[in-house]
């Protein structure tokens, strides 16, 4: 029997007079006397609560329901109510369940739900959803692969929420700890950089002071001169990273003679002259290979997991214990195989109908 402030949550889902799982529950069975345990059988009258025990001894209490009172409950009318056209809603009461502490059932509910989010809406809510989800995670490595994806859904995010402040040792050089960091904090941001098509700054951040030596150790993208290369064959051969080539219409005059002789403003380029590059549609460099992509990620995700552990393992083996690993399976797309598999929840069966999740 647990007291006090020491509770547990609960999803009550019922069919007939039992229940097809066990579900977490929450009662008030007297005065100081909060009992938490999950529902063996439920009817009209009598409530029949499994209490687990430090020592590993279940115990099989029946309540009446007219002396109880059910402290907190997860709704399963609210989970019925909850449609795709509408992903706030599922955020709301995520929010609403994961401050929900003490309440174990509480917080898997509010896990499946910001997954939902991020899966239906990602530009939107996926990297906030990943972050409530880091938050409430029920182990620091489930913490790390959630933080991870939000830093990957985000390209122009960091990673300040998994950087460990190194210790200080007193006025002067710089630790050990904190260099390590500054150059897998510089060799994260190069990863990046890059994938989200920022050539010069993923060129400056892989050449900062020890870049070079977390790239012996990193998986996937090779050597820093390696890495640098691809930078520049990356390089829309036609603009040259400026986005933009000159009108073939007007010759960057913005201006053209009609038919009747009379300068007037050139209508492919609307007077401007220049025109989005249709090499690279804009973007200033040439689409990276799927092969390359996957590199790059796994090399960002290698980065992430060394910041939130402190220590690099070479040749890409901290990546290769977790999820990251996932990154290398082709042919899926890397963000949907991801949100997919990063936990145990199918983000696709985002509705609730007759007590279970299914996809619409």
């Known amino acids: 029997m647990v007291r006090g402030g020491r509770l547990c949550g609960l999803l009550l889902a019922i069919c007939g007079s039992f229940v097809s799982a066990a579900h977490a529950i929450e009662i008030d069975a007297g005065p100081k006397n909060r009992v938490a345990g999950y529902v063996v059988r439920d009817d009209a009258t009598t409530i029949t609560i499994r ?3 430090p020592d590993g001894k279940d115990k099989v209490t029946p309540y009446e329901r007219n002396k109880i009172k059910i402290v907190h409950q997860v709704s399963k009318e609210r989970l019925e109510k909850l449609a795709p056209a509408d992903v706030k809603s599922y955020r709301a009461y995520a929010d609403e369940l994961a401050a929900k502490t003490s309440d174990p059932e509480a917080r898997d509910v509010a896990l499946r739900l910001y997954l939902i989010a991020a899966h239906l809406r990602t530009a939107e809510f996926g990297p906030s ?3 409530k989800m880091a938050a409430i995670a029920p182990t620091e490595a489930e913490a790390r692969r959630y933080k991870a994806m939000a830093v990957l859904l985000d390209p122009a995010g960091d990673l300040a929420a998994l950087k460990k402040e190194p210790a200080k040792k007193g006025k002067g050089a710089a630790t050990p700890e904190a260099k390590l960091q500054a150059a897998l904090n510089a060799f994260q941001a190069a990863m990046r950089a890059l994938r989200s ?6 060129r400056e951040a892989a050449q900062r002071d020890g870049v070079d030596k977390i790239f012996t150790s990193a998986p996937a993208v090779g050597d820093q001169k390696t890495f640098l290369k691809t930078c520049t064959d990356v390089i829309c051969p036609t603009c040259r990273l400026k986005k933009v080539s000159t009108c073939t219409q007007c010759n960057g005059k913005g201006k ?3 038919m009747f002789g009379v300068f007037e403003s050139c209508s492919m380029c609307a007077g401007k002259g220049i025109l989005r590059c249709s090499a690279c549609d804009g973007t200033g460099m040439a689409p990276l290979s ?3 992509l996957r590199g790059i990620l796994q090399a960002e995700l290698w980065s992430v ?3 939130s552990s402190g220590e690099i393992k070479p040749g890409g083996s901290v990546g290769e214990r977790g999820w990251s690993a996932a990154v290398k399976a082709p042919p899926k797309p890397v963000t949907t195989l991801t949100l997919e598999t990063i936990s145990e ?3 696709r069966k985002c509705v609730f109908r007759n007590g279970a999740w299914t996809a619409p």
């Open 197 to 202: 098509g920022s050539i010069s700054e993923a």
């Open 305 to 307: 997991e060394c910041l």
């Open 345 to 347: 929840y199918d983000p």
């Open 51 to 53: 209490v687990m025990s």
């Open 129 to 131: 959803s990943m972050l």
């Open 290 to 292: 799927d092969e390359q």
């Open 256 to 258: 053209a003679v009609n």
